[in-house]
Structures are given as structure tokens and as C-alpha cells.
């Protein structure tokens, strides 16, 4: 699978999984465009890995709850030319059971998954359309599909993104673009290592482990090749069985 020449965004690249989806494209031979806002240095050293292992990439910091800071950024990253893959990849937790959730733990959660994916993916969409060719991918959760207690804003802003994908990809189907979303379960990286013990991995994951970043990124690199090209629409699910 080749991507010479397309130029992908992932945003929340800082994290393990969205610079284990940055590693594997830019291996693909994507010029890769790393987003990251609280954690610069993050994205520098990712840069700096795949520069030295033979890969492209560009390091872009800037805040996806801000209309101006995205739009600001998405014309600097245009003038390199089209961004043909995007990758929705950023999102937080503020976890609280609802009657006891604050209206700022709401608020972030939806701003940084829901809008900032409105952010970034509008403004890329045309130059991406005009070269009849496109992926667009959002990452979702399991939580939007099964629900998960203490997440009610969380699962609300994946699953809004999984009814995104749907109707976006009816909308740029006929100009060579797909829109997917991968909704992962358990995936290893210092968060969910954080949250999840291997006793509760152990009971919830009918595999009996967490997946690790390299597998949601194969399965993005594979959405992302030409041999995905008729696949569109869809929510596709990487848990180790959960549902």
C-alpha cells in the first residue's frame, strides 16, 4: 500500500494512537501533518523519529476548540496543497456520572471530538474533493455503541461523530472520497492503562488483553489505501470481541 504523495493530518498525534497512526502512514509513504495543542514537544520528537526513519512530517500546534486557530492553521497547511487524508483522531475525557457532571466537563468533551472534527474536516474538504480523491476518518469508541456509565458525554460526542460519518460519505462519495469511523475498545497506551486494570481487561475483553496502537493503525492504513476505495459509511469496530 502507497500514499507517496498525499499529505494526511492527524490531530491528537501527541497521544499513542494518534502517533502510532502518524508512524504507520507516514511508513506508507504519506507526508504526515501532526497536530497537537498542550503537549508541543510531543509531536517535535514524533517528527524528529519519522525524519530519521526515512518518513515526512510536519508539526502543526494549534487549539481545536478555537474557530481561528483552526482556520488560521488549515490555510497554513493548505499551502503546501490538498490534504487528502484526515484523520479526526483528537479527544478528551472529563469523566462524571451525568447528575453530578459540570456544564464545562460537557462542553470540552463535545467541543475538542464533535466540533473540532467540523473544525479541521470542513475547510479540508474542498482541496480534497477537487483532486477526486479522499479519506476522511474518524476515530469513535466503543462507548458510543455500547454506552459506558460516567461517559454520557463522551459516548454523546463519538456516537454524534459516527452519524457524521454516515452522512458526510453520502455527500463526497462521488468525488473518489470515504468517510469511516473505527470505533477501538481497550487500546494500550498510558491512559486507558491508567483506567483499566488486567484483572478488568481480563473480564471485559473476551480476547483477554487490550489491543495495541499499531493495530488501530493498520486497520487506518488500510481505510486510508486505495484498496478501501469502496468502503464508505462505515463504523468499523477493532475491541477483541467486546461487542
Same mark, same amino acid.
Given at each position: 500500500?502507497?500514499l507517496e504523495g498525499k499529505r494526511a493530518l492527524i490531530t491528537g498525534?501527541?497521544?499513542?494512537?494518534?502517533?502510532?497512526?502518524?508512524?504507520?502512514?507516514?511508513?506508507?509513504?504519506?507526508?504526515?501533518?501532526?497536530?497537537?495543542?498542550?503537549?508541543?514537544?510531543?509531536?517535535?520528537?514524533?517528527?524528529?523519529?519519522? !525524519? %530519521? =526513519?526515512? $518518513?515526512?512530517?510536519?508539526?502543526?500546534?494549534?487549539? &481545536?476548540?478555537?474557530?481561528? *486557530?483552526? #482556520?488560521?492553521?488549515?490555510?497554513?497547511?493548505?499551502?503546501?496543497?490538498?490534504?487528502?487524508?484526515?484523520?479526526?483522531?483528537?479527544?478528551?475525557?472529563?469523566?462524571?456520572?451525568?447528575?453530578?457532571?459540570?456544564?464545562?466537563?460537557?462542553?470540552?468533551?463535545?467541543?475538542?471530538?464533535?466540533?473540532?472534527?467540523?473544525?479541521?474536516?470542513?475547510?479540508?474538504?474542498?482541496?480534497?474533493?477537487?483532486?477526486?480523491?479522499?479519506?476522511?476518518?474518524?476515530?469513535?469508541?466503543?462507548?458510543?455503541?455500547?454506552?459506558?456509565?460516567?461517559?454520557?458525554?463522551? !459516548? %454523546? =460526542?463519538? $456516537?454524534?461523530?459516527?452519524?457524521?460519518?454516515?452522512? &458526510?460519505?453520502?455527500?463526497? *462519495?462521488? #468525488?473518489?472520497?470515504?468517510?469511516?469511523?473505527?470505533?477501538?475498545?481497550?487500546?494500550?497506551?498510558?491512559?486507558?492503562?491508567?483506567?483499566?486494570d488486567p484483572a478488568m481487561v481480563n473480564q471485559m475483553v473476551p480476547?483477554?488483553?487490550?489491543?495495541?496502537?499499531?493495530?488501530?493503525?493498520?486497520?487506518a492504513s488500510f481505510l486510508a489505501s486505495d484498496e478501501a476505495a469502496?468502503?464508505?459509511?462505515?463504523?468499523?469496530?477493532?475491541?477483541?470481541?467486546?461487542?
Open positions: 500500500m502507497t498525534a501527541s497521544g499513542a494512537l494518534g502517533a502510532a497512526m502518524a508512524e504507520r502512514l507516514a511508513r506508507d509513504g504519506a507526508t504526515v501533518l501532526l497536530h497537537a495543542n498542550s503537549r508541543p514537544e510531543a509531536v517535535e520528537q514524533l517528527a524528529a523519529a519519522i !525524519a %530519521a =526513519a526515512g $518518513g515526512k512530517a510536519e508539526c502543526h500546534v494549534f487549539d &481545536l476548540r478555537s474557530d481561528e *486557530a483552526c #482556520r488560521v492553521a488549515c490555510e497554513r497547511m493548505l499551502e503546501g496543497g490538498p490534504v487528502q487524508i484526515v484523520v479526526n483522531n483528537a479527544g478528551v475525557h472529563d469523566d462524571a456520572v451525568l447528575p453530578g457532571m459540570r456544564a464545562d466537563q460537557w462542553h470540552k468533551v463535545i467541543d475538542v471530538s464533535l466540533n473540532g472534527f467540523f473544525r479541521v474536516t470542513q475547510p479540508l474538504l474542498l482541496p480534497m474533493m477537487r483532486t477526486r480523491w479522499g479519506r476522511v476518518l474518524n476515530i469513535s469508541s466503543v462507548s458510543a455503541l455500547t454506552g459506558n456509565r460516567g461517559q454520557v458525554n463522551y !459516548a %454523546a =460526542a463519538k $456516537g454524534a461523530l459516527n452519524s457524521a460519518t454516515k452522512a &458526510l460519505s453520502l455527500e463526497v *462519495a462521488s #468525488r473518489g472520497v470515504t468517510v469511516n469511523a473505527i470505533a477501538p475498545g481497550i487500546i494500550a497506551s498510558p491512559m486507558a492503562d491508567a483506567a483499566f480476547m483477554k488483553r487490550a489491543g495495541t496502537p499499531q493495530e488501530v493503525a493498520a486497520l469502496y468502503i464508505t459509511g462505515q463504523v468499523i469496530s477493532i475491541n477483541g470481541g467486546m461487542i
